[in-house]
């Protein structure tokens, strides 16, 4: 079974990002192994064959946050979830603000998802008069005149931006200023930020371009197959 040892912390090593973004891939499947299939143990190779990915990867990606495998028996499913709870800091709460409180502001406001990952969003911010005080999913959207002060006040440091792309820059630097020191970018805008401000940009024209190529590219496949079929 895995061996337990205390992780590594993600601020004291320099993880590749590809590996950091395959972590909760991992984590969610694991999950859904364990509440499904009651397994308490699995294997990389059947890791691999469920997610489409090579076992070589996936224990090399292990490794980065401490854990190892037994031969024969694999991965304890328990204490492999315990480890990347620990690493991605599932287990300590981070609270967050949303500024930007339109149709994606809301619903991010309202995804009960994020609390399973250690983020709790406290409140929203919008800059529309007719927002102020109103409730979603049981949390307030506030005026925008009210933002550094609940930052400071709150030692919020994580900011999730859902305005319009021509606010981007403007909204993101007034939540920098305010004392935000990570910023989650659901704009199209590319965010410029000062040394020590760390952005995730969540472009979904990007996911949306990439998941339009993969799709020509199946359906150019599926079309020359056919061609090849009916030629027989």
């Known amino acids: 079974m895995t061996e337990y040892k205390k992780p590594p912390n993600a601020s004291e090593i320099v993880i590749p990002e590809p590996t ?4 909760p891939l991992y ?11 009651r397994l ?19 224990r090399k990606d292990l490794e980065w946050i401490g854990a190892t495998g037994k031969p024969r028996t694999g991965y304890d499913i328990e204490i492999l979830l315990a480890h ?4 991605l800091g599932y287990n300590n709460a981070h609270d967050a603000f949303i500024v930007g409180a339109g149709h994606l502001g809301q619903a991010l406001l309202g995804y009960e998802g994020f609390e399973d990952y250690g983020l709790h969003i406290v409140a929203a911010f919008d800059s529309d ?10 949390k307030k959207v506030l005026p ?16 999730i931006l859902a305005v319009p792309s021509y606010e981007a820059q403007a909204v993101c630097d007034r939540m920098v200023a305010a004392g935000i020191k990570a910023v989650w970018n659901f ?16 472009n979904m024209a ?27």
């Open 20 to 23: 950091l973004r395959r972590i």
């Open 144 to 159: 925008m005149e009210k933002l550094e002060d609940m930052v400071k006040r709150l030692h919020i440091l994580i900011g």
């Open 84 to 87: 990347m709870e620990d690493f």
């Open 40 to 58: 308490d143990a699995i294997s990389s190779t059947t890791m691999a064959t469920d997610l489409s990915l090579n076992p070589i990867q996936i």
């Open 129 to 138: 008069p007719a927002k102020a005080d109103m409730l979603v999913a049981g």
């Open 27 to 37: 984590y969610q499947y694991l999950k859904r192994k364990q509440d499904d299939e």
């Open 206 to 232: 990007t996911s949306l371009a990439v998941l339009a190529n993969k799709l020509e590219v199946a359906l150019r496949k599926a079309r020359e197959q056919g061609n090849q079929h009916d030629q027989k």
């Open 187 to 202: 704009t199209p805008f590319h965010l410029t930020v000062p040394d020590g401000v760390i952005v995730q940009h969540e």
